[in-house]
Each structure stands twice: as C-alpha cells, then as structure tokens.
C-alpha cells in the first residue's frame, strides 16, 4: 500500500479474469489501486505488471471468506488511504446437476460469494458512511436474473443474493451520500469460466444466444464499473447495470 492523494479502489478478486479487467480500468482513470486476491502471487504480479504501465496500484492477500480478516484488510487499507472505491468481484462457480451438489460445495460457494460480499459491503458501509462519500460496486451476473444455460443452480442461487445485497443495501444508506451498485457481466471467456465450456461451446453461444455475436472482455465490466462508481454516476444507487451483449434483451 502507498500514501496517495488520488481516489483509491479496492478490487477483490483482482489478481485476473474480470477483477485483473476492473483493476486495469480504474488505474487508467487515475485511481491507485489495491489488487486484492487470495493468490498474493498472482495479485502481486498484476499490481507489478500494471505499474510497468505507469499505472499506480499495490496488492494485498485476502479470503473474503474470513469475514473478520478481510474486514481488517479492508480496515487497514482504509486507514492508510481513505477508499473511495470497493469492488466486490471475487467469487467461485462449478457446474453440477442439483442432484449431486453436496453440502461442502455448496457451503464453500455460498461462503465467497455470498457472506463474503455481504461482510465485505458491511466493512466498505463503515469506512465510508461516517465520511458521506464513496461508491460500491459488486459483481453480479446475467444469472442474477435468469437462469443459467449449464447446470449451475447453486452459483445462480448465490449471484442472485447478490443482486439484492446490493439493491437492499443502497436503499439503507442511500441519504448517506455513499452509493451502492452492481454490474451484471454476460458471458466472457476467463480463468473462471473457461473449465465449464470447450473452445467450440463458447463459440457456439456468442453465436446463438448473444446478439452481438461475440462474448464480452473484462475490461468492458471493468469500463461500467468505472462509470458507477464515478461523479458521472452521481444519481445512480441500487442499480444492477447489465453488460451482456444483448443476451437478457
């Protein structure tokens, strides 16, 4: 972490896929940012390779699954340098039919992508409520509102808590001056979608399921993350903007 007078933005989950795409967005606009991932390696050398840029961006180890560590993550980060953007973007997914889902799994899901962005939103509300400023963004999914195409019910389950979280904690805090919203990605090959489908599979559905003919990139959920959580944005809270294509059209 570094002393900086510019706006700071917390990435969870942003060592790669789509959090490596909100980090890269965020530096570009002038933003130090804090690549916060469970793999410090790997969020290490993406903090690394985005200051070869001339970017401005530190890393930091976290396991939103540990609700009381990351909100101490969080904490400490916000004491050195008041975060004026929190992004809750990491997350699991698997693909298995209902019937063989075990309690394991389904707890270890629901523990990152659920409690984990509640705790997290419940940390970034207490660091920036008191100062009346301040954005948070989660990362939903087209699976917030509709079910997936593969067998992926505990994951839709858990993006869809996800969406309210973030509608039910804008309202609450809304006269705050903090905002609260949320991007719904469309399908885009990442590291953590490529095990689900073949090269053929997701060829396959940007062809017949995404009017634009093309899965998106993470820097296009970085580019909205961006826009809500910008002045430009002011009047925006409890909203879930969708970036899928045209796939929910």
């Known amino acids: 972490m570094c002393a900086d007078p510019r706006p700071t933005a917390l990435v969870t989950g942003g060592a790669r896929g789509i959090g490596r795409g909100i980090a890269t967005v965020l530096a570009r606009r002038g933003d130090h940012v804090v690549v916060a991932d469970l793999q410090d ?75 984990g962005t509640f705790f997290l939103v419940q940390a970034a509300l207490r660091a920036m409520v008191p100062r009346g400023t301040g954005s948070v963004v989660n990362v ?51 590291e953590l979608t490529r095990p689900l489908l073949t090269q053929e599979g997701f060829a396959s559905l940007a062809e017949s399921k995404i009017p634009v003919g093309r899965l998106g990139r993470p820097e296009e959920i970085g580019d909205a993350v961006a826009f809500l959580s910008s002045d430009a944005a002011s009047y925006v809270t409890g909203h879930v903007l969708v970036v899928d294509g045209g796939w929910l059209a």
Not at 56 to 84: G, K, N, Q
Not at 93 to 108: H, K, L, N, W
């Open 140 to 190: 939903c999914s087209t699976s917030s509102f509709t079910a997936s195409t593969t067998d992926m019910t505990v994951y839709d389950t858990s993006k869809a808590a996800v969406r309210m979280i973030t509608q039910a904690a804008a309202k609450e805090v809304a006269r705050s001056g903090v905002r609260v919203n949320g991007v719904a990605p469309g399908t885009l090959e990442t």
């Open 41 to 115: 390696e790997l969020a290490a050398t993406t903090a690394a390779e985005l200051r070869d840029a001339g970017l401005s961006a530190s890393s930091v180890a976290i396991d939103v699954s540990d609700v009381e560590a990351a909100a101490a993550v969080l904490a400490a980060i916000d004491a050195e340098t008041p975060l004026t953007t929190v992004v809750n973007n990491a997350a699991l997914a698997f693909s298995a039919p209902i019937g063989e889902v075990t309690p394991a799994a389904y707890d270890r899901l629901m523990d990152v992508n659920v409690r």
